[in-house]
């Protein structure tokens, strides 16, 4: 089986790239079947009301259970306080595996996490880079599991991809997945130095071929079995044990409680010194 466990789908509601305009799986879906691909985790486009969003995906997904996953797309700072409420509904509702979180959009906070922790939910998190927010996450959540697409940056960041390794050998918790990575070498020292359970396939769809970003697996000439873990087996074991009604959990939603985008108070303040 192959489980390609990044496509976007759905239509956003802005216009500035084809990341919020419209996510067509028409071209996907005969280039996956081409492929080889069994099933595909869907995603919204970006959107300004992801409730809305995850319910065009979520129509998906119950009309081909058979075919497709879903992850509830949540904006960590616009759906502040309703985070349960979304995710909830995705599981119910359309029975969604999983929670994805944009930097784009917000730093992720511990609203996420402890929803995420409550369902029993693997968390996508595009950190666009900022990898060092994974130490805090995996030690915070040891028992929230984080994929981190892109091995850790879209854009190419040779830096951050290469950080993100390090995460992915000290913290059991800690995922990625390989859409858009074209640093070959660090893709491969990522499965040589992690090992293969800590890499998951995806393409990126559809704005992504899946038959190219799958021949990136192919090259890697992984074991029989570790290619198995990479293509279906480590996705597959994140999603296991997802609860369909959440564990009772106190989810503090407080303005301190973001993992948030401030200086290093020890750093600003000059009359602090080591």
Request: with cysteine.
């Amino acid at each position: 089986m192959i489980i390609d466990c990044h496509c976007h789908a759905g239509t956003g509601d802005g216009l500035t790239g084809p990341w919020d305009t419209r996510a067509s799986l028409r071209k996907y879906l005969s280039r996956a079947a081409q492929a080889g691909i069994d099933r595909t985790v869907l995603l919204a486009a970006f959107h300004s009301d992801y409730r809305q969003a995850n319910r065009e995906v979520g129509r998906m997904v119950v009309s081909d259970p058979d075919r497709f996953y879903g992850f509830a797309f949540v904006h960590a700072e616009r759906d502040r306080g309703r985070v349960q409420s979304l995710v909830h509904e995705a599981i119910q509702q359309f029975g969604f595996v999983g929670i994805k979180v944009h930097r784009h959009d917000a730093r992720i906070t511990r609203e996420v996490c402890q929803v995420a922790r409550s369902f029993h939910l693997p968390v996508l998190y595009d950190v666009v880079g900022d990898v060092s927010v994974i130490e805090l996450l995996a030690t915070e959540y040891p028992d929230v599991d984080f994929i981190i697409p892109h091995l850790g940056s879209f854009a190419d960041d040779w830096r951050a991809q290469l950080a993100l390794i390090d995460h992915l050998v000290r913290h059991p918790n800690v995922y990625a997945d390989t859409a858009g990575v074209r640093r070959f070498d660090l893709l491969e020292q990522a499965v040589q130095r992690a090992g293969a359970r800590k890499i998951l396939f995806g393409s990126d769809g559809p704005w992504l071929h899946p038959d190219v970003e799958l021949a990136k697996i192919r090259a890697l000439q992984l074991t029989p079995v570790d290619e198995r873990l990479v293509l279906a087996g480590n996705f597959l074991r994140l999603i296991r044990q997802v609860r369909r009604n959440p564990l009772q959990i106190s989810v503090s939603v407080r303005r301190g409680t973001v993992l948030a985008d401030v200086r290093d108070p020890w750093y600003a303040d000059p009359s602090v010194c080591c």
